[in-house]
């Protein structure tokens, strides 16, 4: 009961603060770090086979497959912008798995001027998370889990802090090859602001998410459902037209049932060529839609990569395409300490 409690205020703080026009701080807990979950559209948490970069993001998924596994990540973003994470589990029969991850998100030197503009030196920015988890396997089909995270980014001499909790639960179906899962994210609050007086939003966030192994082909399909707690996505963007037969005004809104269902789904796929070796592939068209240039649309919202396994450790490798202004590379690295062991 006081658990429901915590929870059930957490929620209500959540929903007071997303009332500024979906204006929210601390973008590193929007960011995507890991090579796997970049190259699938930028979500895949319906899937449970040891990964422990999928654990970090649903602690659902830990379990004693992914103890003993450490984890390493890079991606070069736009400008001197880079993230890096790290990650570490470990499974304790009887009690459930714990994991620990570490996330930076720099975004490079800034020149500081004065009013007048000249210049004063140079200063730094950038967003970190401090992330602790914790799975636990109910029975052999459900199980669920949570993360308590810890948020501090530094902009100059302005510093802000939050600290949040997200809560999981998975089921998994061995024989049909099949994986639910739900996620609650970033239930919590600032602790400290930029500015006094001033709360810094949290990006609170439900997602729902299902996959599939195909029984005679090495392909796994997954569909994400993503901010499943605000029905409209859409901008808040009319078009007005003069009738040229009444020269009365015709407002529209490029929403619409159709459009708010595709901008809360994720679209990705594996394809498992060998035990060593697959291929993945993701659409996000809200992504897309927040991000392409009209007349030239490209690849925006259109992620890939691949994941292979070079003697005994994993690397990951992903592309995700943004706009026409650039993209992001992924690179992750998967070391399970038990495979080092002699038989």
Do not use: C
Not at 37 to 61: Q, Y
Not at 138 to 163: Q, R
Not at 224 to 250: A, C, S
Not at 322 to 341: E, Q
């Amino acid at each position: 009961m006081r658990l429901f409690r915590v929870v059930l205020l957490l929620l209500l703080t959540n929903e007071i603060l997303a009332q500024d026009n979906g204006q929210v701080n601390f973008q590193i807990l929007q960011t995507v770090s890991p090579a796997r979950i970049a190259a699938l559209g930028g979500n895949s948490i319906a899937v449970k086979d040891g990964d422990l970069n999928l654990g970090l993001f649903a602690p659902s998924l830990l379990d004693s497959s992914t103890s003993g596994q450490v984890v390493f990540g890079y991606t070069p973003f736009f400008g001197e912008a880079n993230i890096l994470h790290s990650g570490y589990a470990q499974h304790i029969d009887s009690v459930g798995t714990f994991s620990l991850s570490i996330t930076s998100l720099g975004y490079g030197d800034f020149t500081m001027t004065s009013e007048t503009g000249q210049v004063l030196g140079s200063f730094n920015a950038g967003e970190y998370l401090f992330q602790g988890g914790y799975g636990r396997q109910l029975n052999n089909k459900f199980s669920v889990g949570g993360n308590l995270k810890f948020m501090l980014s530094e902009l100059a001499d302005y510093k802000a802090s939050g600290v949040a909790l997200d809560l999981s639960g998975t089921f998994y179906s061995e024989e049909k090859l099949f994986t639910a899962t739900v996620l609650i994210k970033n239930l919590g609050t600032s602790i400290s602001s930029y500015r006094e007086g001033l709360n810094e939003n949290l990006p609170f966030e439900i997602q729902a998410a299902i996959s599939k192994k195909l029984d005679k082909a090495p392909i796994r399909l997954s569909l994400i459902g993503e901010n499943l707690q605000r029905w409209d996505l859409t901008p808040e963007r009319t078009t007005t037209e003069i009738d040229p037969l009444t020269g009365e005004e015709i407002v529209t809104n490029p929403g619409g049932f159709g459009e708010n269902l595709m901008r809360h789904l994720v679209f990705n796929s594996e394809i498992l060529l060998t035990k060593n070796f697959n291929i993945r592939i993701g659409y996000n068209y809200n992504r897309r839609q927040q991000l392409k240039v009209e007349d030239r649309p490209g690849a925006a919202g259109i992620t890939y990569g691949l994941g292979m396994r070079i003697a005994k450790i994993h690397i990951s490798y992903a592309r995700a395409a943004y706009s026409l202004a650039g993209v992001s590379n992924h690179l992750t690295l998967n070391i399970k300490f038990d495979d080092f062991k002699k038989s």
